[in-house]
């Protein structure tokens, strides 16, 4: 496993003990065959680096893009949020069905990095964060690595209409990633745990945590259906879908803090603008 902090102008790595700098772009680096291979070949005379205090969102010219209702709990929190408009089915037939539910998230200059702000619409009143592990997917399609997402939603403006959903969430910092890129060929274990914890005024005030294993779609499953009839030259990032929805009564604000947690990545860490 290698972990890879986009600094300002290079990469740093981690791997094993040693932390290296690497002058390669992640544009590059999601164009390789095997980004892992890639890195180990590079790594052998890197020279000895710092991980950075301040670290970039770790993507360059690739779009993020989302998958939804993938998890049981997801598809609850969707109906619920439709309830008196009709869309509620929409959300039993796609979590059952063979086809999953992608859509574009966010092209780079909406995403946020760790320590960033994200923001809230303001037209919106009912607003959340969505703790997702992110996939990184390479110009053919194929998974090399993981990241922590935060998918931000609007959940009245999607649950008011389904065709409502890009407003929901496609909007200036409605997505962070980091704060590392773990570069990997083998795949998480199940019992990977997804935590959350949202802290306002110093005080937390809602926390929750959910496993891999709760996932109901294979990864590979996803980044297939997000590649068919689509090419991505420089690669791509996917959100898997959440599943640690805050109650019905909760809705951020301003100010608050959101820490999004998955081990061996680390923690995403924004305020809410």
């Known amino acids: 496993?290698?972990?890879?902090?986009?600094?300002?102008?290079h990469l740093v790595?981690?791997?094993d003990t040693r932390t290296l700098r690497l002058d390669v772009s992640l544009d590059t680096l999601f164009t390789q065959a095997d980004p892992a291979a890639f890195l180990r070949g590079k790594l052998a005379n890197a020279p000895a680096a710092r991980v950075p205090?301040?670290?970039?969102?770790?993507?360059?010219?690739?779009?993020?893009?989302?998958?939804?209702?993938?998890?049981?709990?997801?598809?609850?929190?969707?109906k619920e949020?439709?309830?008196?408009?009709?869309?509620?089915?929409?959300?039993?037939?796609?979590?059952?069905?063979?086809?999953?539910e992608i859509f574009f998230k966010a092209t780079p200059h909406r995403v946020s990095a760790n320590g960033e702000p994200v923001r809230i619409r303001g037209d919106s009143k009912w607003n959340v964060p969505e703790p997702?592990?992110?996939?990184?997917?390479?110009?053919?399609?194929?998974?090399?690595?993981?990241?922590?997402?935060?998918?931000?939603?609007?959940?009245?403006?999607?649950g008011e209409n389904p065709l409502y959903?890009?407003?929901a969430k496609v909007?200036?910092?409605?997505?962070a990633l980091g704060p590392a890129l773990l570069v990997t060929n083998e795949a998480l274990p199940l019992t990977t745990e997804i935590s959350i914890v949202i802290q306002r005024d110093?005080?937390?005030?809602?926390?929750?945590?959910?496993?891999?294993?709760?996932?109901?779609?294979?990864?590979?499953?996803?980044?297939?259906?997000?590649f068919r009839d689509n090419a991505f030259p420089r690669g791509c990032y996917l959100m898997t879908g959440t599943g640690v929805v805050p109650p019905d009564n909760f809705t951020l604000l301003s100010g608050d803090e959101v820490r999004i947690t998955i081990v061996p990545i680390g923690t995403l860490v924004n305020s809410i603008a």
């Open 132 to 158: 997702e592990l992110t996939l990184a997917i390479n110009a053919q399609g194929r998974i090399f690595g993981y990241t922590i997402g935060n998918d931000m939603s609007s959940r009245d403006i999607e």
């Open 53 to 78: 205090e301040k670290v970039s969102a770790p993507l360059q010219s690739q779009e993020v893009w989302a998958a939804g209702v993938t998890y049981f709990r997801s598809m609850t929190a969707r």
């Open 81 to 100: 949020e439709s309830k008196g408009t009709g869309g509620g089915t929409f959300y039993d037939r796609v979590y059952h069905a063979e086809r999953p």
């Open 1 to 9: 496993m290698i972990l890879i902090y986009p600094a300002f102008d």
């Open 171 to 175: 909007y200036d910092r409605s997505a």
């Open 202 to 226: 110093g005080a937390e005030v809602f926390a929750g945590c959910t496993t891999l294993s709760q996932i109901k779609r294979t990864f590979v499953s996803l980044a297939e259906f997000l």
């Open 13 to 15: 790595a981690v791997i």
């Open 165 to 167: 959903l890009p407003q």
